[in-house]
């Protein structure tokens, strides 16, 4: 028969509440029973309840779950690459501070409802200007970010993903592009220094993946 056990959830949080958000849960469904899989921790319980908690950063299997979530809080030094068409910006995290970072903003034309020759005109600048925006986002990164790329943990990104492919597929930030963490592409809006500061707490979070004990039979 198959298992009736409902879809997994998945809820984010902070490293500082994760020990009593895990002592929560454990109240809830007994005393759980804790492995390391890969660099994820998995807890399980009697229940039939399960969580996998997950590293994004790559920092090692540790079957403890004090161990791993000291892990989790630890201050790293981060690059951060946000991009999108209209904007770019460039940073380093350290722990909780932003103590290098870069903004700029470009004009790209919107998309014209005119037909004939005059789309084709408008979709060659909007072209051009896309060219060029993406084009002064990988500059800044080798300016700012590739002299440090042997002194960060990692890198994250946000913004429009294609736009971030295309900017990391420059090839002077290969080696940038090399320490990219399991972080999806954030989505941000368009990016500016408050931005910045938010993905600064906002890669900080831990992904925590529930599967809820199935039902019991009636």
Aim: proline letters at 8%; charged letters at 30%.
């Amino acid at each position: 028969m198959p298992d009736a056990r409902p879809a997994d959830r998945v809820i984010e949080v902070s490293p500082e509440r994760l020990s009593g958000w895990l002592g929560r849960f454990g109240e809830a469904h007994g005393e759980g029973v804790e492995r390391a899989d890969e660099d994820d921790l998995v807890v399980e319980f009697p229940d039939g309840a399960r969580i996998r908690l997950v590293d994004r950063w790559g920092g090692g299997a540790a079957s403890d779950a004090t161990a791993w979530i000291a892990g989790q809080r630890r201050d790293r030094r981060v690059a951060i690459l946000l991009v999108r068409r209209s904007a770019h910006a460039v940073g380093l995290a350290v722990g909780p501070e932003l103590p290098v970072h870069h903004v700029d903003t470009h004009y790209v034309q919107g998309r014209t409802k005119a037909g004939g020759w005059s789309q084709q005109r408008y979709a060659r600048r909007r072209d051009n200007q896309s060219d060029h925006a993406l084009g002064s986002a990988a500059d800044d990164a080798v300016r700012v970010l590739l002299p440090l790329a042997d002194r960060i943990e990692g890198l994250v990104c946000g913004g429009d993903a294609r736009a971030v492919g295309i900017v990391l597929a420059d090839r002077r930030l290969a080696p940038l592009a090399a320490r990219r963490t399991r972080h999806p592409v954030l989505p941000i809006p368009d990016p500016r220094l408050a931005v910045l500061h938010d993905v600064v707490i906002r890669m900080r979070m831990v992904p925590v993946r529930i599967s809820d004990p199935p039902p019991q039979p009636q």
